[in-house]
């Protein structure tokens, strides 16, 4: 209805004679909700949505399988946690590299140039870290990217347990292992007393001889 006519309104029937209580509007409103960028990806499967946080995501009730979204930091925008997220059917939530959705379906995060950071996975700040730690290093063994770190803050975890395959790169990031943690803060997840196979696992960047958190 146009903007002078009051709701609710009940057409007549008197065709041509009501054209002056409607406003024409065709296919617009579909291309300016297409142009949007808050709203057209939504629309069309597989395009990528731009959104600040992941909750954002997580609270949005149309998201469908398929459905890629940016989002520009995990707690906070530009934390560092900035990734890609696909909604996935299949996958269960695992609070780190996989969440829970509003509308009962799964966003998985989607690596990114081969790799996928630690930060994206919910390693943010210097808390203890470590259930996010661990699912970083087995998500990218198991996708087979390297595991990278997009801030310079400290790492604190209870120990890592490196999978076979993993490629873990601390950049910057030095991991320190937490205090009363009586565990190495690296171990080779292959090695025992009776199997020693290293499996292909490789590690760069900042890291310390079992430092704890007050070293």
């Known amino acids: 209805p146009s903007a002078g006519v009051v709701l609710p309104y009940t057409t007549t029937g008197a065709g041509a004679g009501e054209i002056a209580n409607f406003r024409s509007v065709g296919d617009a409103v579909l291309r300016q909700d297409l142009a949007n960028p808050e709203k057209g990806p939504w629309a069309i499967g597989g395009v990528v949505a731009k959104l600040p946080v992941l909750a954002d995501l997580q609270a949005f009730t149309d998201s469908h399988v398929g ?6 930091g995990r707690g906070t925008p530009q934390d560092g946690g900035g990734a890609l997220w696909e909604v996935v059917d299949g996958v269960a939530p695992s609070g780190f590299t996989s969440v829970g ?8 995060i989607v690596p990114a140039r081969g790799e996928v950071s630690a930060e994206a996975c919910g390693c943010i700040g210097s808390g203890n870290v470590t259930g996010a730690a661990q699912a970083w290093v087995n998500y990218s063994a198991s996708k087979g990217v390297k595991a990278v770190t997009t801030t310079a803050s400290r ?3 209870s120990g890592l347990s490196l999978p076979g395959g993993c490629d873990v ?3 910057n990031r030095e991991p ?3 205090d009363n943690s009586n565990v190495p803060l690296l171990r080779n997840a292959n090695r025992s007393f009776t199997a020693k196979l290293d499996k292909n696992i490789s590690v760069r960047g900042r890291v310390p001889l079992n430092c704890n958190e007050a070293g």
């Open 67 to 72: 459905l890629v979204v940016e989002v520009t």
């Open 101 to 108: 959705l509003a509308n009962g379906l799964v966003a998985e």
């Open 155 to 157: 790492m604190t975890v």
């Open 169 to 171: 790169d601390f950049g």
């Open 176 to 178: 320190f292992l937490a």
